[in-house]
T-cell receptor
């Protein structure tokens, strides 16, 4: 089954404690990205990657890091989380070229930073 | 700066009615306009999409109307059903190499039985 898998689904942490949210896709997609969803703001892109070892900032990258060492995995790293990073996070993947540009989303990770 | 503006923020419709959600964009470099549907506890999923060379696309009860000159597009849900209750996001895809999806702020649709 084609899917994007995120872990964990729920996470409560304290300010400043480093955390990683994992994302894996099994569709051999080149393009992967992270979004955060906040009420009234929709989905805002944090970082994206167009292929292995190629990453770039999205609209709201401050406080986040990513890496793309393998095509299927795209972890999101919060080195020193702060309460304003409390949000619902989604990983997505898609093909990069051609007419089929559907983005497939994971189930989401609800992060609370206290 | 929000490049895709979506309205209304919430919408309540009776079963069988028509739901209409509107979006407007600013960047003329967008070349693909999808709508995503999100149920509680789930990630968004592609519902229907349109390219700017057509003015309308219909899939079942869902129709996108696209007005390139006005830089507006809308989603119409005909014969709305309680199972359509979800959050709907319009989006626009940039034509550049980054292929970044820019989302609207979302519309929470409730269809009353």
């Amino acid at each position: 089954e084609a899917q994007v898998t995120q872990n964990p689904r729920y996470l409560i942490t304290v300010t400043g404690k480093k955390l990683t949210v994992t994302c894996s896709q099994n569709m051999n997609h080149e393009y992967m990205s992270w979004y955060r969803q906040d009420p009234g703001l929709g989905l805002r892109q944090i970082y994206y990657s167009m292929n292995v070892e190629v990453t770039d900032k999205g609209d709201v990258p401050e406080g986040y890091k990513v890496s793309r060492k393998e095509k299927r995995n795209f972890p999101l790293i919060l080195e020193s989380p702060s309460p304003n990073q409390t949000s619902l996070y989604f990983c997505a993947s898609s093909l990069l070229g051609g007419m089929n540009t559907e983005a497939f989303f994971g189930q989401g990770t609800r992060l609370t930073v206290v | 700066q929000q490049q895709v503006k979506q309205s209304p923020q919430s919408l309540i419709v009776q079963k069988g009615g028509i739901s209409i959600i509107n979006c407007a964009y600013e960047n003329t470099a967008f070349d693909y306009f999808p709508w995503y549907q999100q149920f509680p506890g789930k990630g968004p999923a592609l519902l229907i999409a349109i390219r700017p060379d057509v003015s309308e696309k219909k899939e079942g009860r869902f129709t996108i109307s696209f007005n390139k000159s006005a830089k507006q597009f809308s989603l119409h849900i005909m014969d709305s059903q309680p199972g359509d209750s979800a959050t709907y996001f319009c989006a626009a895809l940039g034509a550049g190499s980054a292929r970044q999806l820019t989302f609207g702020s979302g519309t929470q649709l409730t269809v009353l039985p």
